[in-house]
């Protein structure tokens, strides 16, 4: 049984457990599969109470896909949820992995704005 078999099974006696949850969606993304691991985080996202992590780990996995304006929305989204939570290390981390972005991803006006 693989380890995301195993979570899977947990989950059945346990489908709100957060840590499960956001376990199973690292485990998608360790197999290569982006999508799925991006579909459980915006879950956690989405709950009565956001699962500040699957923010940050969405936005990361969206860069990494090329998805910049996407992960700029999660991250944003994060910050204010971290914020909201009282969690400044997080809203931090997302603040910096925001700033590290700068222009990538924006399209043709950035690139001409780079040769003013």
Same mark, same amino acid.
């Given at each position: ?6 979570? !899977?099974?947990?989950?059945? +006696? ?5 840590? &499960? #949850?956001?376990?199973? =969606? *690292?485990?998608?993304?360790? /197999? ?10 915006? !879950?956690?996202?989405?709950d009565k109470e956001p699962y500040v992590p699957a923010f940050f780990m969405a936005g990361q996995q969206l860069v990494e896909?090329? #998805?910049?304006? /996407? @992960? #700029?929305?999660?991250?944003? +989204?994060?910050? /204010?949820? =971290? #914020? ?5 290390? =997080? @809203? =931090?981390? *997302? ?5 590290? &972005? $700068?222009?990538?991803? /924006? $399209?043709?006006? @950035?690139? !001409? +704005? +780079?040769? &003013?």
């Amino acid at each position: 049984m693989s380890r995301r078999e195993k979570i !899977e099974a947990m989950l059945v +006696d346990d489908p709100t457990d957060t840590f &499960l #949850r956001y376990s199973l =969606a *690292m485990e998608f993304r360790s /197999e290569g599969n982006s999508e799925q691991s991006l579909e459980k985080l915006g !879950e956690l996202t989405r709950d009565k109470e956001p699962y500040v992590p699957a923010f940050f780990m969405a936005g990361q996995q969206l860069v990494e896909l090329g #998805r910049v304006d /996407e @992960a #700029r929305g999660m991250l944003r +989204d994060g910050i /204010e949820e =971290a #914020r909201r939570q009282g969690n400044s290390h =997080a @809203a =931090a981390e *997302m603040s910096e992995l925001l700033a590290s &972005l $700068g222009s990538l991803g /924006e $399209g043709s006006d @950035a690139d !001409e +704005d +780079d040769d &003013l």
